[in-house]
């Protein structure tokens, strides 16, 4: 890589101080706070867990213990296969597999003093990212479509509130 690519590279990797400043703004509002959000036990059984994610609408839902500690997530997919067999689904195994043993628990997870950039990157990949307290407690959730709505504030208002005048040598452009 020249130096110049280089450079062409971080500056675009770090968003703008003042579009990460407004949509920071909305930190408050793109997280869903923890008790909206809707979970499962670690100790329920799929046929539970299946009830409360199809009450919710979802198909995936973090999965708390008894201390609202984030231990994993669970995803109507991932029940499904627990229930597969080789030739049909045995749907009376739903009440005797327990979340802990269907759960995904490699997903990523934040702290509260998380960096939008960050946020952004993970949400590309993810539907929604956790945010945890030290101590692992969820805080609450960062979803796309949170997070959608706050850039859409940005692209509206950004020019009214910012003079902006085009670099002669702007690195997108090169
Ligand atoms: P959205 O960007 O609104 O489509 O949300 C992305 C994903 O986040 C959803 O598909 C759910 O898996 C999860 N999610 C969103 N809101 C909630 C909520 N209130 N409780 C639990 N999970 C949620």
Redesign the pocket.
Known sequence: MTEQSSWMKEALALIGEKIAAMLMESREDFL?PAE????VGIRNTLEHALLVLTN?G?????VLDEESRLRG?L?IPAIIRAVTGVEAFDFDKLGDITVEEVMTTEFPVLKEDFELEMVLHLLVQH??ICITDEDGVLQG?V??????KGTNRVAHVFESMYDITKKEESPIER
């Open positions: 869903i909206k959000v809707a979970n919710a979802y198909t995936v839902i973090p997530i995803s539907a929604f959730i979803t796309r479509s949170e997070l959608l």
